[in-house]
């Protein structure tokens, strides 16, 4: 039952007993900020400088027909619930060039999460989190880790850490779903007493529901933004191996591993469209079409590919290298982001320049389509392909239609839409692609994401860890199908992967969606599925994860219903107090996954949830809800099923491999 009411200067908003929303004289439901904001960008990471000209409290509030005004001094907010399914939605009406600030109280011992994709911890009780796309990777960060012995080094704290998809969209472990229907820039805190929103322009609405349990909540949130995120049933037959330097280098690569016995499904060739070596490493030439230098029959060497059951995946991105061939002919046409002055605005990655396809001019977005993706991509019998980046957009740019500032966020979501419509219009439904940016909606459009570029170790701020809170944080925030570059992607210096590692993240990524490698950005330099000390290790856990198909079709089938295939511990008894381990997980609700991430150990220490669970490997029957240790030796991570499940007969049969 919903309950709105004004009295004596103050205003209750309440579900069935619990109060969504309130507002008294010394504790105002929201304010009006005036402030001035400038940015300083730097390879997609953004500074922000912030000066507060004015704050408006707006104490004073009143009914004013369907809607209830919060206003002083001159300056109104207006507000018109909406009853939803187990809540309301609140239509917001403020004044043009103003920021707002929002006020939500807390509750004692509750857990928030959410926020799109955080990477360092789950509850964001505690923290400031920023509503801002963009760069995950700090240089700094990097070169500490090049030059800092291990001991040294000092892992960063959450609110330093930037996101690829963050997103307004919190669920707590007491039933509530908090949502902001906005696109600008800004952030959220959640203290001990109040929880405090501020965006650069007023929401468009708030919308407050209740549900009680986290499956309830995953379902209100897939009604308001469809979730319609897919993987193609091939994807499931074993690993996606990354594998590149032309024609020879690939089909060696690949076929050493399919002799080897291990299950490939589809090679990766990020450098099909040519190389571009740099200081930083082997990086993609980015120019959206195959390199006749490396690949120069890529339609036979896809067709003896696919002869032995593997299909091919590329790369694309939204940028053109400086003056490549396209993008020198996008230029011409004014496909392009421009500065004020009529330049082309070019961004820098690593250590070249790009320009950027402007997504809002509607003859550039038909050229990506029907070139770019159609021509240069599917109809060379290219079957999937990492569509990267999306989160660089200036702020300062113009482009063919819109302000940068309020589509700065949308940007990816814009870049994912153009890629999900290029494959629907061509009609290859076995066809897919993966992003790593991603903003409210992007579960519309991307049929999977991955975790963005990991560094090659196992620190908690960028390491093989952080792939957990990150997954956990957006399957809370609707984007439910996830995965990661097994073995990461960053190394420099002697930040890099040995074998161990890489098994390890073998063994993670083969209880997952998706298990797809990447070869790093100096592949010289760390272990690879088909080096030598790793070669026995991909045959049987590709096998494995190929094995499990039946498994994860299910979970991946849930998941486009908006239920997240990879949740943590506390997810069944939605309480975050009985939260053990960060870096554990489920994987649907039968498989209970723990990665061994400590260098060298060949026991790991865990809390089993409570039920009866099977040891996969060992076949032994544990009682959760306690804390136990078992053997871990490289290639068997710890990983137990419900003895009751669907699915143990199959699990029975996945151990014996």
């Not at 933004?225 to 590149?244: E, H, K, L, S, T």
């Not at 992003?435 to 620190?459: F, M």
């Not at 029957?621 to 007969?649: C, M, N, Q, S």
Request: aromatic residues 12%; contains cysteine; glycine residues 8%.
């Amino acid at each position: 039952m919903l309950q709105s009411q004004v009295r004596a200067g103050s205003w209750t908003l309440e579900q069935d007993g619990t109060v969504l929303a309130c507002h008294t004289l010394s504790r105002p439901f929201a304010t009006a900020v005036k402030r001035e904001k400038s940015y300083k960008e730097n390879r997609g990471t953004y500074k922000e400088t912030v000066k507060e000209t004015a704050r408006i409290p707006l104490t004073k509030v009143k009914r004013e027909g369907e809607r209830i005004v919060f206003s002083d001094q001159g300056h109104a907010l207006r507000l018109r619930p909406e009853a939803r399914p187990r809540g309301v939605e609140l239509f917001l009406e403020g004044e043009e060039g103003w920021a707002y600030e929002f006020s939500l109280p807390a509750l004692e011992g509750e857990g928030v999460f959410g926020g799109g994709e955080q990477y360092r911890q789950t509850d964001l009780r505690g923290l400031r989190v920023k509503n801002f796309v963009s760069e995950h990777m700090k240089a700094v960060t990097l070169l500490e880790k090049a030059l800092l012995p291990r001991a040294l080094y000092r892992e960063k704290k959450a609110e330093s850490i930037g996101s690829y998809a963050p997103m307004p969209v919190f669920v707590t472990d007491k039933g509530r779903l908090i949502r902001f229907d906005t696109a600008s820039d800004g952030w959220a805190e959640f203290g001990k007493e109040e929880y405090c929103f501020q965006y650069d322009a007023c929401p468009a609405s708030l919308i407050l529901q209740k549900g009680g349990s986290f499956q309830e909540l995953s379902a209100l949130l897939s009604v308001q933004i469809p979730n319609r995120q897919y993987i193609p049933d091939w994807c499931m037959d074993g690993m996606i191996v990354a594998a590149q330097g032309g024609t020879e280098e690939v089909l060696k690569k690949t076929f050493t591993l399919l002799d080897a016995g291990a299950e490939i499904c589809g090679v990766w060739s990020q450098d099909w469209s040519g190389c571009n070596r740099t200081i930083a490493g082997y990086q993609v030439w980015w120019n959206w079409e195959a390199n006749e230098e490396l690949y120069p029959d890529i339609r036979g060497m896809i067709r003896k590919l696919n002869e032995r059951g593997v299909k091919f995946l590329a790369y694309i991105n939204p940028y053109l290298v400086r003056d490549s061939r396209l993008y020198t002919y996008c230029k011409e046409k004014g496909y392009l982001i421009t500065r004020r002055d009529g330049g082309v605005y070019h961004i820098k990655s690593t250590t070249f320049e790009a320009g950027m396809l402007d997504l809002t001019n509607p003859e550039a977005v038909t050229y990506i389509k029907d070139v770019l993706i159609k021509r240069n991509m599917l109809e060379l019998g290219v079957s999937g392909w990492m569509a990267d980046f999306g989160e660089y957009l200036p702020i300062d740019c113009v482009l063919h239609e819109g302000d940068p500032a309020t589509l700065h966020n949308l940007w990816p979501v814009l870049w994912a839409r153009i890629n999900r419509e290029a494959i629907e219009e061509y009609g290859n439904k076995d066809a897919f692609f993966f992003s790593r940016s991603g903003y409210v909606g992007i579960q519309s459009y991307a049929p999977i994401l991955w975790n963005g570029d990991q560094h090659t170790d196992t620190t908690r701020d960028y390491g093989m860890p952080c792939v957990m809170p990150a997954s956990f944080s957006l399957g809370f925030s609707g984007v439910t199908m996830l995965h990661c570059d097994v073995g990461g992607f960053f190394s420099i210096g002697k930040l890099k992967r040995d074998p161990e590692l890489f098994t390890r993240w073998m063994e993670m990524c083969a209880f997952s969606l998706m298990m797809r490698s990447h070869e790093s950005i100096r592949p010289w330099a760390n272990a690879q599925p088909y080096s030598e000390e790793v070669l026995a290790q991909t045959v049987r856990l590709t096998k494995i994860h190929k094995a499990l198909k039946p498994y994860i079709a299910r979970c991946a089938a849930l998941a486009g219903e908006g239920l997240p295939a990879m949740r943590p511990d506390f997810w069944p008894e939605m309480d975050a107090k009985k939260s053990r381990d960060m870096y554990s997980y489920f994987l649907g609700d039968e498989l209970f996954v723990c990665p061994v991430l400590k260098k060298g150990a060949e026991k790991r220490k865990l809390w089993l949830p409570r039920g009866q669970w099977v040891h996969l490997w060992s076949g032994k029957t544990y009682k959760g809800g306690k804390k136990i240790k078992v053997e871990a030796p490289l290639g068997k991570i710890p990983v137990f099923y419900r003895k009751d499940g669907e699915h143990a007969a199959l699990f029975r049969d996945v151990a014996a491999l």
